[in-house]
């Protein structure tokens, strides 16, 4: 840990668009970084950049954390350094094909990075946390997690679970000092969508933020202690309605005999 730092934040996905920036706000905070992703090219010049720029320490790790080897790594770091103090779960693929038009074995693939590595990676992280009274993890959800009507469902599907996962961690979590927060992003400018299976100039301009503003907006949710953040969602108020409506349906879930309107169709 260098002198003055925060801690270190272990980011995966760090080597291209929404990960990037976090890396570059995150050392400008005054985190030292720890980057993880494939590409150890563009991992080594984002290091070199932000440690020039900001004077933080920046490690990368290369690893595929869709191979069980290469994920065991990322986690074998997480259980044992002790400087860690934030987790960013970001890395992840999209799928913009419906079912009929996708490959199956590029969905299991996308449930093991999306879904498989980030809860690994956070079982990984939060002994040490909870040891320690101090932690944070941010995992990077999106808007499909509510709204999976608007593009694969797997994707969609893949990302509901981290919501949840992450409302249940709050939850179980909330008495321990960790901070977990779930961030929504809508359609953000990278090469997400590409790969994706759109390309982003396909998509209208009015629904795209760029990838500074989401991540910015992201760590102002953050900042406010926010749980769920929704960079785009205009009115926070609409959030904190739906929010309250499934509250509401929380105790009437579970009961010992069915509703009436089933029985009275028997
Ligand atoms: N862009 C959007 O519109 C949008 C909206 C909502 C949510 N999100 C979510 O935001 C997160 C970041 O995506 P992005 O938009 O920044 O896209 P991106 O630029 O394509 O970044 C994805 C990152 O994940 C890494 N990655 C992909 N497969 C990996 C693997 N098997 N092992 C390790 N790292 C891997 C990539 O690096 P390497 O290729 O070097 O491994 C890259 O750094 C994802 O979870 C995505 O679902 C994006």
Excluded: C
């Excluded at 191979?67 to 992840?92: P, Q, W, Y």
């Excluded at 893949?158 to 939850?171: G, M, R």
């Excluded at 998509?203 to 953040?229: H, K, N, R, Y």
């Amino acid at each position: 840990m260098t002198e003055n730092s925060k801690g270190t934040a272990l980011i995966t996905g760090a080597s291209s668009g929404i990960g990037a920036i976090y890396a570059d706000r995150l050392a400008r905070r005054g985190y030292d970084l720890i980057l993880v992703a494939r590409n150890k090219g563009r991992l080594d010049e984002l290091a070199r950049r932000l440690t020039d720029e900001t004077g933080r320490a920046v490690e990368v790790i290369a690893a595929d954390l869709g191979n069980k080897d290469d994920l065991g790594r990322v986690e074998k770091v997480l259980r044992t350094d002790a400087s860690i103090t934030m987790l960013v779960n970001n890395a992840g693929v999209g799928a913009t094909a419906p079912l009929l038009a996708s490959d199956i074995d590029k969905m299991e693939e996308m449930i093991t990075l999306n879904v498989s590595a980030l809860t690994r990676l956070t079982y990984a992280a939060v002994p040490r946390f909870v040891k320690r009274g101090i932690g944070s993890i941010i995992n990077i959800a999106s808007i499909v997690g509510i709204a999976p009507e608007r593009l694969n469902g797997v994707y969609g599907g893949s990302k509901a679970f981290v919501l949840a996962f992450t409302l249940s961690l709050q939850t179980e979590l909330a008495d321990k000092n960790i901070r977990v927060q779930a961030v929504l992003p809508g359609a953000t400018a990278t090469d997400f969508w590409g790969i994706a299976g759109t390309p982003l100039e396909h998509l209208p301009s009015e629904i795209v933020m760029s990838a500074e503003d989401m991540v910015d907006a992201s760590l102002a949710g953050f900042d406010l202690g926010e749980q769920v953040t929704i960079p785009a969602l205009p009115d926070a108020r609409d959030w904190e309605a739906y929010e309250a409506a499934r509250q509401k349906l929380i105790p009437s879930l579970s009961l010992s005999t069915p509703a009436a309107r089933y029985r009275a169709a028997g």
